[in-house]
Every structure is written in structure tokens, then in C-alpha cells.
């Protein structure tokens, strides 16, 4: 129950920073050229608790048996970091459509992991 637990909390965090990640570029975009160093650091963090989020994912599945926390985290990490690249070529046309949707994705995994129980499946 331990490694659920993790998992929640991992995710909420994501969430959080993903959320400041629209505010810091619309500072940036507002004129204010310090939005975009605090649009990057937020990358950094947000891109990190993703990764941890995926390692935790692992052990919900190992321990739990429940697969579908990786297979979300991992689809929303790979996201985030083509996201990531893209931003820091300049590639607006592909970093702003899929900051969006990697959002909205892990506003969606977070409603997931805290409305389902994740309990031990039997083999």
C-alpha cells in the first residue's frame, strides 16, 4: 500500500508543477524575460518528478500487479520529453500543442490514481 501512496503523491506533485509550467511562458510571453527562466527550471522539475513517477509506477506494478500506472507515466514522460527538446530548439509549433495535451494528460492520470483503489490483482 506503501508504493500507492508514493504514487499519489508523486503524481499530485507533477501535477502541480506541470500547472505552472502555461503561467511561467505567459509571464515570459508578457514581456517579463524572467517568466522564461522560471519556464525552464519549471521544465526541469516537472520533467524530473515524471521520471520519478515512472519509477514508482514500476514498483505499483511489480508489487500490485497493476500495469496501466507505467503504461500512463510512461506515455506522459515520453511526452514531456519530446516537449522538452522541442522547447529548447524553438520547435513552438510542436511544444505549445503538446504541453497542452501532456496537461491535460496528467490532469487525467491524477483523477485515475486517486479514484481508483490500486490494490493487489490475484495471478
Known sequence: MVSQWVLRGLVSAH??????QP???GVYLSGDFDGLRMHAAGANITTSIGYLQVIAAVVV???????????????????????YFAGTGGALW???PLGVMT????????IAVWRQPLVR???
Not at 501535477?15 to 505552472?20: D, K, M
Not at 496501466?68 to 514522460?77: E, I, N
Open 15 to 20: 501535477l502541480v508543477a506541470i500547472a505552472g
Open 23 to 25: 503561467v511561467f511562458a
Open 61 to 83: 506494478w511489480v508489487r500490485l500487479r497493476q500495469s496501466w500506472p507505467f503504461v500512463a507515466s510512461l506515455a506522459v514522460v515520453v511526452a514531456e520529453t519530446v516537449q
Open 94 to 96: 510542436l511544444h505549445i
Open 103 to 110: 496537461v491535460a494528460a496528467v490532469v487525467m492520470l491524477f
Open 121 to 123: 490483482r490475484h495471478a
